[in-house]
């Protein structure tokens, strides 16, 4: 199973142990990573699309192509290139009059993207193509008794008519609670489960405002599922839930810490991948937390 990886510039700049798990955990299940050399930026979603709609769609569809020219897919461990890879890919396939201004621009740099390649998102790709039996068959490290709060991220939900491959409900997730459940750990519901944590244009424009939203999903997780960790299929949501938690803590405005892990880390752990190594940049160390339940 070939597959190429779409490393995004959250996870570049931001988050290079994310980067690791990948390349650590895939392979193990019989994935082959092919690098997508000259990869950009998805764009996302807030910044070019709402003043060059088709110059977005040419630098997605650049991407896709690179991809396509391999024969492959992207996978991407983050719901913004996700969201605006696919959406980019949508608006290329369903109007004309874009899709023609997006083949012209991709003409001046030698590409060309026929529509074949697409995006997927890491959660559902380990969902629907590796499968939970062949997770739960490759771990060495189980995370029975582990309790953890699950962030599945907006980008990935909504628009529904956009996310071809993502929920069947998007108002109950289940692909991300079921990835963990695999690795052996329960997860319990919270009622704040699908609100935003105010990542993305919110916090670069408002972060009081980013920070109400965190703090009430971040009570509601403590409050009602009183986890052990959070684990998130976003690299977004990853640094949000992360940072913000030492932010809110200087200010009283939480009394406890949570470590937030994405996805791909904790599959990384369980197949028995360097703790250190895989969480180097988690601000919130979640050591204590696999050592208990792993010893």
Request: aromatic letters at 8%; one cysteine or more.
């Amino acid at each position: 199973m070939r597959i190429g990886f779409f490393i995004g510039c959250n996870v570049a700049f931001n988050r290079p142990d994310l980067e690791l798990a990948v390349r650590f955990a895939l392979p193990r299940l019989g994935v082959t990573l092919e690098d997508i050399e000259g990869q950009s930026c998805c764009p996302t979603w807030g910044t070019l699309p709402s003043i060059d709609l088709a110059g977005w769609c040419a630098l997605a569809a650049r991407n896709l192509a690179l991809a396509e020219k391999k024969g492959v897919d992207l996978v991407t461990v983050c719901s913004t290139c996700y969201g605006s890879l696919t959406r980019a890919r949508n608006v290329i396939l369903s109007d004309t009059a874009v899709k023609q201004k997006a083949d012209a621009l991709l003409r001046e740099i030698g590409k060309e993207y026929k529509g074949i390649s697409r995006a997927r998102h890491i959660v559902y790709f380990l969902h629907r193509e590796v499968g939970r039996e062949r997770i739960r068959e490759a771990i060495r490290n189980c995370l029975q008794g582990l309790r953890i709060a699950i962030q599945p991220g907006c980008l990935t939900l909504w628009p529904r008519r956009m996310c071809q491959e993502g929920e069947e409900d998007p108002f109950h997730p289940k692909a991300l609670k079921e990835l963990c459940e695999a690795l052996g750990a329960t997860v319990p519901y919270y009622s704040r489960l699908l609100d935003c944590c105010g990542m993305g244009g919110m916090r670069s424009t408002d972060l009081s405002k980013s920070l109400i939203l965190v703090e009430r999903k971040l009570r509601s997780i403590k409050e009602e599922a009183n986890p052990h960790l959070i684990v998130t299929g976003c690299s977004s949501c990853l640094l949000q839930l992360d940072m913000a938690q030492e932010f809110l803590l200087t200010r009283q405005r939480i009394y406890f810490k949570i470590p937030v892990l994405h996805y791909a880390q904790l599959l990384a752990v369980c197949l028995g991948a360097d703790i250190e190594k895989v969480t180097a940049m988690a601000r919130l160390k979640a050591d204590y937390v696999f050592a208990r339940i792993f010893s």
